[in-house]
């Protein structure tokens, strides 16, 4: 089939089967005209790509200016819009979104991203160009598209960029046990990353609509985790990690990014914490023992450019393997050596 039907076809589907769903929330101080008018140009972009305002939904996270500025520019767009009675984290953003769109039957397709401006609509059909190539060559319905980064310290800082690159390798480590495991192999031949690694905790994501269902409507996993890094800190790994773990096949495309984030309510976060949960939460779901959990974090600490800047960022990596080993009712000193062990020589 020539090329140009088969885009004729996705441009078709993006129009009028594709559903999106913009997370929104704003601290209490944050500027509300700057904030709305941040919200108008997300929204902007990407009613240029669906047929139906309401095929957008704005899902605010708790009461307060974000809900605000939801309400009033989900009017003048005339999109969907749903409101939480407290601010859980950005997966019960998104869920909360999900479950009203998936109310919608012709809708094939189900987006989510960050309401910050850093997820390109015009990049939105080579999302489902991806998932309709998978489900053509896989035979199967259920498909996860994850919108990558060339860069995660470009965009997030060499702090968060090397803490999320930490987290991405363990939660490769995590689902290839998994597979093994459960002698159900890992497909990654959709995958094909600038470094090998998946950037699993990209917030641009497409999902097919069984694949939806599965996560969106689901019961919570907890996994022995806190409610915050189930909906907080860890949203981006349940979302993949619960699509895998439904039989979705995985798919990763290039996209672009800014320079730097205009606005990151993560960094208000503590962010050991957070990515100790990035760590903590899908290697108890999917049942990795403490070991090798361990294990792969002095495998992957030393690999780390973080390490390098003494005494700080050293200390960061020890300080997050002490809480993964917390998390598993360990002691810090079973976490020892107390250096980041590293070959002799490059």
Known sequence: MPASVLISEAIRVLEHETGIVITVYFRQDADREWSAQLLRETVTMFR???????????????????????????????????????????????????????????????????????????????????AQHVSEHTGNERVVVLGERLSRHRGLGLLRG????????????????????????????????VDGV????????????????DVFLSAPQLAGC???????????????????????????LNRRTYDEQPVSVFASFNLTQLTADLILWPCKRLQVPAAFVQQWLANHMPQLLLGTLLPQGRDELLAIRDLVSAGYGLSAASARPAEIVRPRFI
Not at 169 to 192: E, G, K, M
Not at 228 to 252: Q, S
């Open 48 to 130: 240029r790509e669906v047929a139906d305002p309401s095929a957008i939904c704005l899902s605010a996270d708790g009461p307060g200016v974000g809900v605000e500025i939801a309400r009033q520019v989900a009017a003048e767009f005339n999109t969907d819009a749903v409101f939480s009675e407290r601010n859980r984290g950005k997966f019960a953003a998104v869920q909360n979104g999900m479950q009203r769109l998936l109310q919608k039957r012709g809708l094939r397709y189900f987006v989510a991203v960050d309401q910050d401006g850093d997820h390109f609509a015009n990049e939105l059909l080579n999302f489902v160009r991806t």
């Open 226 to 252: 806190s409610e915050d890094a189930y909906y907080r800190h860890a949203c981006e790994a349940v979302m993949t990690v619960e699509a895998l773990l439904h039989g979705a096949t995985l798919a990763a």
């Open 198 to 213: 998946p950037d699993f905790h990209a917030g641009y994501k497409l999902f097919s609509r069984p694949t939806a269902e």
């Open 162 to 193: 090397e803490q999320e690159e930490l987290a991405d390798r363990i939660l490769l480590d995590a689902l290839q046990y998994h597979a093994a495991v459960s002698a159900a192999p890992l497909n990654l031949s959709f995958t094909h990353t």
